[in-house]
């Protein structure tokens, strides 16, 4: 069932900017589910730009091959820094967002933090990488969303959008969904049933259908408690 949507706000809390050579990819994820509902209700803006249009020459090229050899392109530095720079000339960000393997890590702290800014600048490398220049002298912060090498950064930046503006006021419908969520508790989530009661022979716990609201909240505590300690136990050193 679908919530109604917040009012529509006047000003988005929060702006988020991504810069990316391959710009179609962002589309169908910016228009569904939770993040298609916070753009509708302003609580978020997200805008798209391709680094094409700040492309060099009449081919618009964005690339090219690195110095001292190697397999793969590179993307210059004058595209990325003319984009970047018109989009600072109109706001100020609090973050200019490089996404890359070697960032520090995304965690529902760092989200937390994110989700409280009111303009993000989001810069997704591609094919070998960007020219070192363009973290130097326009970067900010570095962020990657794991231990593993993806085409380019437009997943992570979309992983990124998603884990902020789930955050933001209004975004989930019931406010107590995103404060709940395994990482914020400190805790992995106890398990989650629905109708019916029996499936293939198995059943919800009694408890569960029992009504009462302080045996289910210690059994979900348990839960939770036991769930962290067999999948999780670092989270419990902590
Ligand atoms: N670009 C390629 N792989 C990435 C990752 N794991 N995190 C962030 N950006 C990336």
Known sequence: MSKPLPPRRDTPLLRIDIVSVVPQTF????D???????????LVEINIHNLHDYGLGRYKQVDDTPYGGGAGMVLRPEPIFECVERLQSERQ?????????DGEQLTQPVANRLSMATNLLLLCGHYKGVDERVRQGLVTREIS??????????????VLTDAVVRLLPGA????????G??????????????KPAEFRGMRVPEVLQSGDHA?????????????????????LEE
């Open 27 to 30: 589309g169908s994820v910016l």
């Open 32 to 42: 569904s589910s939770i993040i298609s509902r916070a753009r509708k209700a302003n």
């Open 93 to 101: 960000y609090d973050e200019v967002i490089f996404l890359t393997p």
């Open 145 to 158: 969303i794991g231990d593993y090498v993806l085409t380019g950064g437009e997943l992570p930046a979309l």
């Open 172 to 179: 989930m419908g019931d406010s107590e969904s995103a404060l």
């Open 181 to 194: 969520d395994s990482f914020q508790t400190g805790f992995l989530d106890a398990p989650q049933y629905t």
């Open 215 to 235: 045996n289910i909240a210690a059994w979900r505590e348990s839960m939770s408690l036991e769930r962290t300690r067999q999948r999780r136990p670092d989270m």
